[in-house]
């Protein structure tokens, strides 16, 4: 049986600890590189979590500023259309008055022409 065994295993163990210590130093500079590769990947993704950052702040400033001059703007025609309101309130009092006043002068004329008084 010694026999059988020795004619399958052609490799003698000093030849398989030879083998697999070779094995295990590529293993082992291959771990280095998968390392150094998951460092590189760990500072590029920290470093694009940062610039996203900075320009998700900018864009918080940005739309802050323009909501800002957006409600100044709308408060400057609020003002308008008030002071609009007004005016067009005077404008009809005026045109009131000066029916009124056309409506009498005619009604006055028309009474001394006929003369009723």
């Known amino acids: 049986m010694n026999a059988l065994m020795k004619k399958e295993d052609p490799m003698s163990a000093e030849d ?59 408060g400057a025609v609020r003002v308008s259309i008030e002071s609009l309101k007004i005016s067009i309130e005077k404008s009809k009092l005026w045109m009131l008055l000066t029916g009124v006043g056309v409506i009498m002068s005619m009604v006055a004329t028309l009474a001394h022409a006929l003369k009723l008084f």
């Open 16 to 74: 398989r600890l030879a083998s697999l210590e070779s094995d295990v130093k590529y293993l082992r500079s291959d771990m280095t590189d998968v390392k150094q590769r998951i460092q590189s990947l760990d500072n590029n993704l920290h470093s694009f979590k940062t610039e996203v950052a900075k320009e998700f702040g900018a864009a918080r400033t940005e739309a802050a500023c323009l909501r800002a001059d957006m409600n100044e703007k709308f």
